[in-house]
Nanobody, 129 residues
């Protein structure tokens, strides 16, 4: 199974914004989870945000609430992450993730459990002061 890469990363100054995208997701039936996680060298993966497609509920890590917005476009099978008011703590590689069919909804909620799901190449986000 090939998963699409995340795109849209880059280098910005603190306070700036970036918009990440992930296009070409699988066209699954039923309810499943789409999300974003990030990882920095030497650190564990950290779930950032997710959408449960059953009712389009969205969930966020406390550290990004009010600053990040996750959204999706069914027509383009795409997932997006709008990142505002960036600070240096968000510097990491970002990945979009798709759950397996019939995954538990609870895994789509903080603290997020994306283990065993699929993701493609990440995109680097670097925030400097």
């Amino acid at each position: 199974q090939v998963h699409p890469p995340a795109t849209g990363g880059g280098s910005v100054q603190a306070g700036g914004s970036l918009a990440l995208s992930c296009e070409g997701l699988r066209d699954l039936t039923g309810s499943y989870c789409l999300g974003w996680f990030r990882q920095s060298p030497g650190k564990d993966r950290e779930g950032v945000a997710s959408i449960w497609t059953g009712d389009d509920s969205s969930f966020y890590a406390d550290s990004v609430k009010g600053r990040f917005i996750i959204s999706r476009d069914n027509d383009y099978r795409a997932l997006y992450l709008q990142m505002n008011s960036l600070n240096t703590y968000v510097t990491a590689m970002y990945y979009c993730v798709e759950s397996r069919p019939a995954s538990l909804p609870s895994r789509c909620r903080p603290p997020f459990d994306f283990n065993g799901w699929g993701w493609g190449q990440g995109t680097q986000v670097t925030v400097s002061t």
